[in-house]
């Protein structure tokens, strides 16, 4: 642990996504760091597992199916967690979908699809819970992604919506400053433990993804946590309307030009 454990000790998260993947891994840190987690997935499966672990570490949790994509349903689950804890002080938006399809196979329900879950269900969230941000000045925090960064192929839907959601955090950084919420976003590469990266990153692809990143190695969850627990914290009490990408430097070194001129410097020495 590299924080106070007492660092989010009486706030309140609601978090979209929450029950698998690194949004999981971002409510069981709050959680250990003394916050009250309300956790949200499309599937109540989703949900149990991680909410029995949050109980666990004897702080508040809720565990509250719904889809993003419904505004309403969303507005539910505002309500029952402000009901249950009081307020809400810190919103992340971690909901998203994701496939593989190149453009030209890309129908438009499969583009809308994902835009529904990142970006509008982000919106969604976001508007939903605005009022009871006003009154705890409270923290957006949008997962965001590096694919739109490096012109990812098979991912246009994703980058898409992802970029969307970069626009989104820097618009309401600067609309909402003045109520005191600060708005930002966290952009992870490739996470080892996560369901996408344990099925596309194998073998040859994963040492190469491994062997291009500066760091050499690729991303945890728990990078993408500790991340998170900074942003949410009073440590960043001056940051707002930035989307901090958590990547080792991969997306940097993601440039083709890189590799050629490495060769090139081989070949004159």
Same mark, same amino acid.
């Given at each position: 642990?590299?924080?106070?454990?007492? @660092?989010?000790?009486?706030?309140?998260?609601?978090?979209?996504?929450?029950?698998?993947?690194?949004?999981?891994?971002?409510?069981?840190?709050?959680?250990? =760091?003394?916050?009250?987690?309300?956790?949200?997935?499309?599937?109540?499966?989703?949900?149990?597992?991680?909410?029995?672990?949050?109980?666990?570490?004897?702080?508040?949790?809720?565990?509250?199916?719904?889809?993003?994509?419904?505004?309403?349903?969303?507005?539910?689950?505002?309500?029952?967690?402000?009901?249950?804890?009081?307020?809400?002080?810190?919103?992340?938006?971690?909901?998203?979908?994701?496939?593989?399809? @190149?453009?030209?196979?890309?129908?438009?329900?499969?583009?809308?699809?994902?835009?529904?879950?990142?970006?509008?269900?982000?919106? =969604?969230?976001?508007?939903?819970?605005?009022?009871?941000?006003?009154?705890?000045?409270?923290?957006?925090?949008?997962?965001?992604?590096?694919?739109?960064?490096?012109?990812?192929?098979?991912?246009? =839907?994703?980058?898409?919506?992802?970029?969307?959601?970069?626009?989104?955090?820097?618009?309401?950084?600067?609309? /909402?400053?003045?109520?005191?919420?600060?708005?930002?976003?966290?952009?992870?590469?490739?996470?080892?433990?996560?369901?996408?990266?344990?099925?596309?990153?194998?073998?040859?692809?994963?040492?190469?993804?491994?062997?291009?990143?500066?760091?050499?190695?690729?991303?945890?969850?728990?990078?993408?946590?500790?991340?998170? @627990?900074?942003?949410?914290?009073?440590?960043?009490?001056?940051?707002?309307?930035?989307?901090?990408?958590?990547?080792?430097?991969?997306?940097?070194?993601?440039?083709?030009?890189?590799?050629? /001129?490495?060769?090139?410097?081989?070949?004159?020495?």
């Amino acid at each position: 642990m590299i924080f106070n454990p007492n @660092l989010l000790a009486g706030k309140t998260a609601l978090i979209t996504g929450g029950g698998t993947g690194i949004c999981r891994g971002i409510a069981l840190a709050l959680a250990s =760091h003394g916050c009250n987690v309300s956790i949200t997935s499309r599937k109540l499966q989703h949900l149990e597992e991680t909410e029995l672990e949050l109980r666990d570490k004897g702080i508040g949790s809720l565990a509250l199916p719904a889809d993003v994509r419904d505004p309403a349903a969303v507005g539910e689950v505002v309500e029952r967690t402000v009901k249950n804890f009081g307020a809400i002080d810190i919103l992340i938006n971690g909901a998203a979908g994701n496939f593989l399809c @190149l453009a030209e196979d890309l129908s438009p329900n499969g583009f809308s699809s994902v835009i529904d879950i990142d970006l509008k269900g982000t919106f =969604h969230a976001c508007k939903a819970a605005f009022p009871y941000l006003k009154v705890s000045t409270g923290v957006v925090l949008n997962i965001s992604s590096t694919l739109q960064l490096v012109g990812t192929p098979a991912q246009l =839907h994703v980058s898409a919506a992802k970029a969307g959601v970069d626009a989104l955090t820097r618009v309401l950084a600067v609309e /909402w400053g003045k109520y005191g919420i600060r708005v930002n976003g966290i952009a992870p590469g490739p996470i080892a433990e996560t369901e996408g990266v344990r099925r596309l990153l194998v073998g040859k692809a994963k040492r190469r993804a491994e062997e291009s990143t500066p760091l050499g190695r690729l991303g945890t969850i728990q990078d993408v946590s500790r991340a998170a @627990l900074f942003i949410c914290s009073e440590a960043a009490s001056f940051i707002s309307g930035v989307t901090i990408v958590v990547d080792g430097g991969l997306w940097l070194a993601s440039n083709g030009m890189v590799e050629a /001129w490495g060769a090139s410097l081989k070949e004159e020495a």
